[in-house]
Structures are given as C-alpha cells and as structure tokens.
C-alpha cells in the first residue's frame, strides 16, 4: 500500500497547488513524501514520511525494513572492523525508532537518541538544538557517559535533512566534547541545497574528520520567496473554518488551545456520528526485566538479543487479546517510544490474521485537512500524558480517525501511564470515539540505576547446574553464568591471535576452536594423571585446609571459570571427606582487563557474607589475574557494591610466588591443564562480549554437550579423590609446617616474565605464559612462538614436547629457569606469521 497516493492523486498535491512549493529529486521521493501545512514561524510546510511510522499509519515490516537497510548500508560502508567500534544517535522526537532499527542493521553498534525529557539523577552528556521544528531543545542522557566517549565512528540519524542545522549542531557540540575522525549522517531524505550540503563539508574540512552521508532518497523542495506568508493565510484560513459554530457538537478532532484545526474525524464536510465509547483493555506485555524501553538511556546489543527473544511471547498476548475477527489493527506509539511499538507491531503482523499498520503520537501541531491530496487527513487531539518538563500542553495523532480501524492498541511507557492518558478528554478516550475496541500496552520506563547503588532494579538468575549446565553433579559447583551454547562464538586460532594483537578484538569476545586430542596426547593426559594424582591431592587438601584455618571455618568457594573451577570442586570434595563441611561453590568469570563479572558478585552478596568468600584458581603464572581480581574488587566498592570481599586467590599451586594461600609453589604438570573443556565439565572459557552480556546479565560460556564421549572431567576429580586416604597425613603435617611459613608473595615470577620479555624482543608481558599450564594453553588455544624448557625438567613436560611438535613450535632449553616452562606467543602476529601447513615459524 502506497500512502503517499490517495484516489490516485499524491498527497502532496493540495500544499503544492497552493503554495507553489515542488518537490524535486529522485523517482521515488514523492512514493516516500507527502506534504502538509503547520503553523510554525520557521517553515510552513511539512514534509510527511510515509515510511517513518509518525503521522501516517504504515505496515510495521515496511517501517522497520527501511531503517534497517541503511543500517546494513551503514555496515557496508564501515566495514566489520569499524562497525564494531561504531555508537548510534537519533533524534528525538521522529527519527528514535528509525535510528533504532539503523542500529538494529547495523548489528554491533550501540544506541541512544536524544531526547526532551529530563531525567532526575542524569546528567547530561550534551545538547544541542534543532533550529525548525516546533520543539527544539534535545539531550543526551546516556547512563554510561563513556558511550559518546569513544574515538570509534558516530552515526546521526534523522528522518530528514532539510536544511542540515540540526546534524551541524550536534557535530559541532559533540566534536568539542570527544573529537572523532569519522561520522556517518543518514536519513531517509537528503532534501539539502546545494549550499547546505557545502556547510558539511566545511565541518569536514575544518576538523578533518571523514563525514559520509547515507540517505535512501534525495531531492530538494522549491519555494516562492512569500512562502511562509501564504502558509501562514492559508493555516488561519482553515483554523478560522474549522473553529466556526456547528450543527452538532464538536468532534474530538476539533481544535484546542489554538492548535491547527482540521477536518471532522473521517467524514469529509460534516461531523461524524460518534460511535459508543469502547472499551479500554489492559493487556501485559511482561516485558523483559532490565531491558529499555528505548534508546533515551542507551540501548545495547546484549538488549536487543533479549527483546528479540521476549517478542514473540509478547506479541501472541497482543494477538489474544485483539477482538475475534480483527480485520484492521492499529499499534499507536507515544512521542519518543517508538521502536518498541514498532517492533511489537512488526511481531503481531506475522501472526496476526489481520492487516496491522504503525504510527505514533507527536507534540507537532499539524494542520489536518480532509483531501486526498494531503497527507493529513485527520487529528485527534488530547493533553500531554507525561508531566512534561516544558509544561501541560496538546499532543496529536493523526491519520487514526477515520482509518477503519477494529482495534488501536495503544503502547506507552510507564511514565506516561496517568490519570490525564485516562481522563474523559484524554488520548485514550479519544480513541475509543472511532475504534471499537482499545488496548492498552505498558512499557516500563527505563530508569538508570543511581550512581552508588547497592543493588540493581532487577533479580538476577539462579546458577547454572549440570546436567543442564556442564558434565558435573549439580551439587558440585554452580554457574553464575549465562549459556551461550547456541552461540557461535568460535574461529580459528590464527584469526584471533592476530584480532587480539591487533587491537581489533579482546580474547574474551570469541573462543578458540575446541581442541582435539589423538590417541597418543590422551594416552599422555591419562599417564600424567596417574603419576599425579597423589601429588595433586596433597595439594588440594593443604590448601583446603589453609582456607579454613586462616579465612573462615565455613568458606563460600568460588573459583575463577574455569581453570579454577575442577579445583574449586576437589577443595569442596576434601573438606566433605576430612572435615564432614558441605560447602557451597560457585563459578564464576573473570577476565583480564576487564575484570570479574560484577553482577556474579552481587549476587553472591545477596546469598552470602563476602567475607566467607574464597577465590579459588589453578595455579598462577607471572599472577596477571590477581592483580586484575585485586582491582575489580576495587573497582566493585568503589561503584557502591558490597563491601568485604576478600581479593586474595587461593590456588593449587603458586610457581610464581604471587598469592599467600597455596598447595604447593612447585611447578608441576597438572592434568586438567592438558584438556580444555573434556576436562572442566565441557564448559567453554567465558565470553564477555558487548552484544551478548549486557549489563544486567551475567558473563557467557558455553557447555559442548557434543564433546560427551571424551570428557574425562570426573574421571580426572574422582582419581584425584580416591587418593585422599593416602595423602591425609602428610597434608596434617605440611599444614602446620605451612603456617609457621613466612609466605609473603615474592612476585618473582612477574619479575621473570619482564625479563624474558625483554630479552626475546616481545615488550609485551602479556605474551609470555610462564609455567607449566599456561605453557599448555599457549600451545592449544594461541600461536605460539617457541617454548621455554628448563633444563633438565623431565616427564612433567612430555605432553608439552609433544603439542610442541604437533605445532612446529621449537624448545629451547634454558639454565637457570625458575619456571619448568614458559610459552611465547607470536610478537606482532599477523596470518602470514605461520607456513601453509599453519605451523609457527621462526624468527
């Protein structure tokens, strides 16, 4: 359906015969525009989209479908790379939804738009001013300041340019702020003169920044030099027709407090008969808890995922509650909430046995006149709903009255949900005049958690457990994290080591491909396992022990996903065996440089005292993660979360001399660090990535259910176990002596790895692995580049000689090693960096 032609004729048609005003440009821009008159001192007309789901009801698929394709132009322009770093701003009031579903195209950027209601508690991160419409001051009131902080590409979306002085004034105010080197402007028209177009390339030549310009239409708009005069006669003209005594009385469409008047609701000459009042329905949409109602506050990828898998369920209680043989329906959103209407419209209409159209209110008095030939046919008119900081005042729908409609499901925000949306003048009494059945949706008005709060607005999830979470008892740890399993998250080893070293991507935003092992490197795992079982469980029960002689008689353990976590479980199993304690232990994520998962410990805080809280790992390499866990920590107080957690790690074992509570700081293999995940319950390293972890949820991982038949996760815990008998004694005795120790850490290790760093010509600590399980996973999930052997070291290595050779990755034996091993992970890698057969190749 073409609603810019009406009986055949344009709907731009009336305004053009009368002010003399041409639309020029593009085949298809009059399919896309039509005009109407408004009073403003500014511009008299008005150009109406057809596509843009405001002032003429659309198809909700062909709304979404234009914004989301200059997205994927957008996408194309900018390159995966770019996009990634890119942030999305659109204007408010037109323009939120249409910029929503250009960030929806555009896949991994963020989004917010601007907006004229001020928020308590939100400082604003900008403003600007919007020079022709009839509201003009916008905001920006990103919960995280930093989202408009960043040096990665800015794309503004408007429904128009016109004349170009509104992208000119957040250029110019954002530019000042955080300066970038690229922005990208998109609109559904490019409508500029040949002289507005050069003031951006001015702003582009100014700054040196690289301005682009994405529009799926251009053209311009001829004016007389009286135009504003004429348009100005012809307003009061109508208004003076419309305000004239009638036979009947007043429609609800008639003019209030001196807003552009217009035609009678639907009947063109005459009043039309007003039908029984309906009905109003509430309908529960259970919205997803924790996520935006819109881009006001800043919309994230990771909350676009979960709407996306909240509307279907949504959407089927909209369809319920529609009154049986609906042939018509009408979803109306509310000002600057439009793209939740829009994509719970565009949900319904694939399901719907009805024809669904789209639009929504606006605080922009239009004139309404009842022509085919002008794109504003019909007004309702009702007081603003939402206490707005600019004072009462009229807001309008239009195009609804007279649309044939069975149905008008009216979507708001909570915040608009008030007595006046509710009283007899207010919009949805209006709608019941012309519709015989209203409903009416909710959103919750997003509302960013104050600065120091303990606790969010919102319940977090219960851990994961095996069997529906990895291949351990569901007793023996819980997942505090979100399954990913249905993800694809992996790419090749070489792939990530250069996005990493590049700066293109953190390790933690993907995974490697999953390891796996032949015969001969399983036949090794199970050897190592049998030559140290009994030594790993002495470890394990010094340890244990340790921890519940010096931090608490009842420890909560929660070990560090997951090298830590079959650890974490062995620490558990000991204190049932020795000591008859049944302690609770949680898994949770940590990542470097970025820090532990925040939201984990919040909900620790709420089950637990932190100060029974026992970090527990593997082992420690040069000890990167407990600095970064001392940090977080920090960093956690700081922002007003619990306080009282203890950083301090305890590990199995501590070859770099960084942590106080340990089994052992002997460097040794310890089998679970041959395997990935067949030997940590079938669970993936953890992911934190911006458009699968939001803020509200926890970080991700994975459970490789089909790895089942090669997981030795249990037979790793339970030969460990079964040495417990054998090893207690001596634990009793290494105990004591232990706590007698001076353990103050030493931090040699670090040392060290700066040592080797410089001396091989790497200069980046964070590519050397010292030990024997960080060797290990250098060899398995990086691109190594040689190993470090100390001289000597016998069959603790074997399994790493052998992954060595597999690679084509040297061993150099080295004297005086204070590690068994260190792995070098390619310096300044890129793909050419290994041979054909994708083996590492020498420097």
């Known amino acids: 359906m073409n609603n810019a032609v009406n009986d055949g004729v344009w709907s731009g048609t009336w305004v053009a015969e009368r002010l003399g005003v041409e639309l020029v440009g593009d085949d298809g821009l009059t399919g896309m525009l039509g005009l109407a008159l408004r009073r403003n001192p500014k511009r008299a007309h008005l150009l109406v989209s057809n596509v843009l789901g405001k002032h003429v009801p659309q198809s909700p698929s062909v709304v979404y479908a234009h914004g989301f394709a200059l997205g994927r132009r957008v996408r194309e322009l900018l390159g995966e790379r770019e996009t990634a770093r890119a942030v999305?701003?659109?204007?408010?009031?037109?323009?939120?939804?249409?910029?929503?579903?250009?960030?929806?195209?555009?896949?991994?950027?963020?989004?917010?738009?601007?907006?004229?209601?001020?928020?308590?508690?939100?400082?604003?991160?900008?403003?600007?001013?919007?020079?022709?419409?009839?509201?003009?001051?916008?905001?920006?009131?990103?919960?995280?300041?930093?989202?408009?902080?960043?040096?990665?590409?800015?794309?503004?979306?408007?429904?128009?340019?016109?004349?170009?002085?509104?992208?000119?004034?957040?250029?110019?105010?954002?530019?000042?702020?955080?300066?970038?080197?690229?922005?990208?402007?998109?609109?559904?028209?490019?409508?500029?003169?040949?002289?507005?177009?050069?003031?951006?390339?001015?702003?582009?030549?100014?700054?040196?920044?690289?301005?682009?310009?994405?529009?799926?239409?251009?053209?311009t708009v001829r004016l007389p030099a009286d135009v504003l005069a004429r348009g100005r006669e012809l307003v009061a003209r109508h208004e003076a027709a419309a305000a004239a005594p009638a036979t009947a009385p007043a429609p609800a469409t008639a003019p209030a407090g001196g807003a552009p008047g217009g035609a009678a609701c639907g009947a063109p000459g005459g009043v039309p008969a007003q039908r029984p009042r309906a009905r109003v329905e509430r309908v529960d949409l259970r919205w997803p808890r924790g996520v935006p109602d819109g881009g006001r506050h800043g919309f994230l990828p990771a909350h676009r995922r979960r709407l996306e898998r909240a509307l279907p369920a949504m959407a089927a209680r909209l369809a319920e509650s529609l009154p049986a043989g609906a042939r018509r329906v009408l979803v109306l959103g509310f000002e600057e909430l439009m793209y939740a209407p829009l994509r719970l419209a565009r949900e319904l209409e694939q399901i719907a046995g009805a024809e669904v159209r789209y639009s929504t209110t606006t605080r922009s008095p239009v004139l309404a006149v009842d022509d085919p030939g002008y794109a504003i046919r019909t007004r309702l008119v009702f007081p603003a709903h939402d206490d707005p900081a600019d004072g009462p005042g009229d807001r309008y729908a239009y195009n609804v009255a007279g649309g044939g409609f069975d149905a008008v499901v009216a979507v708001v925000d909570s915040a608009a949900d008030t007595p006046a949306l509710h009283a007899p003048d207010g919009l949805l009494a209006r709608l019941a005049a012309h519709t015989p059945h209203v409903l009416l949706a909710v959103v919750p008005s997003y509302v960013p958690a104050a600065p120091h709060a303990d606790e969010r607005p919102f319940m977090l999830p219960e851990p994961l457990r095996g069997p529906a979470f990895s291949s351990y008892a569901p007793d023996e740890v819980g997942w505090l994290l979100q399954d990913l399993s249905e993800v694809t998250l992996e790419a090749p080893t070489e792939e990530r080591e250069e996005a990493i070293q590049s700066g293109g991507a953190h390790y933690a935003e993907s995974l490697p491909?999953?390891?796996?092992?032949?015969?001969?490197?399983?036949?090794?795992?199970?050897?190592?396992?049998?030559?140290?079982?009994?030594?790993?469980?002495r470890a394990v029960g010094v340890v244990t022990d340790t921890v519940l002689a010096e931090r608490s008689p009842r420890p909560v353990l929660v070990s560090l996903a997951r090298a830590g976590t079959p650890v974490g479980v062995l620490m558990r199993r000991w204190a049932r065996y020795r000591h008859g304690l049944d302690l609770p232990h949680y898994a949770v994520s940590i990542v470097r440089g970025r820090g532990i998962d925040a939201n984990a410990l919040r909900w620790l805080a709420a089950h637990h005292d932190p100060s029974d809280v026992v970090f527990v790992d593997g082992w420690t390499g040069k000890g990167a993660i407990t600095r970064e866990l001392a940090q977080a920590i920090t960093r956690f107080e700081e922002a007003g979360g619990a306080a009282g957690f203890d950083p301090e790690i305890a590990v199995l074992a501590d070859p770099g001399s960084c942590v106080r509570t340990y089994g052992t700081r002997e460097d040794f293999l310890i089998p679970s660090a041959c395997l990935n995940s067949t030997v940590s319950g079938l669970v993936s390293r953890t992911v934190l990535r911006a458009d699968l972890v939001g803020p509200d949820d926890y970080h991700g991982a994975k459970y490789y259910r089909e790895l089942a038949g090669a997981d030795v996760s249990n037979v790793f815990l339970d030969t460990v176990s079964a040495c417990f008998p054998a090893v207690a004694d001596g634990v009793d005795a290494a105990v004591k002596e232990l706590l007698a120790t001076d353990r103050t850490p030493t931090w040699e290790g670090w040392a060290a790895v700066e040592r080797i760093s410089e001396e091989y010509g790497i200069h980046d600590v964070n590519l050397v692995k010292p030990g024997v399980g960080e060797t290990t996973r250098v060899l398995l999930r990086r691109v190594p580049w040689r190993i470090l052997a100390r001289a000597g070291a016998g069959a603790d290595l074997d399994h790493v000689r052998l992954l060595a050779e597999q690679r084509g990755v040297p061993v150099e034996e080295v004297d005086g090693l204070p590690y068994t091993c260190v792995g070098l992970i390619h310096p300044r890698y890129t793909r050419g960096a290994t041979g054909a057969d994708g083996r590492a190749v020498s420097r």
Do not use: K
């Open 88 to 219: 999305v701003l659109g204007y408010a009031e037109t323009a939120t939804g249409l910029g929503h579903s250009v960030a929806d195209g555009l896949g991994l950027a963020p989004y917010l738009h601007s907006t004229r209601r001020p928020v308590p508690g939100v400082r604003p991160a900008g403003g600007f001013e919007e020079s022709h419409s009839h509201a003009t001051s916008h905001l920006l009131l990103p919960e995280d300041p930093n989202l408009l902080a960043g040096d990665g590409p800015l794309v503004l979306v408007d429904d128009e340019f016109s004349t170009g002085n509104t992208v000119l004034n957040t250029l110019g105010d954002l530019h000042a702020r955080h300066p970038r080197t690229r922005y990208v402007v998109v609109a559904l028209v490019d409508m500029r003169s040949p002289a507005d177009a050069d003031r951006l390339s001015d702003f582009a030549r100014r700054t040196g920044a690289r301005v682009d310009l994405v529009a799926s239409a251009s053209g």
């Open 513 to 537: 491909v999953e390891y796996q092992p032949s015969d001969q490197y399983q036949e090794l795992f199970h050897a190592a396992l049998e030559a140290s079982a009994a030594r790993i469980a």
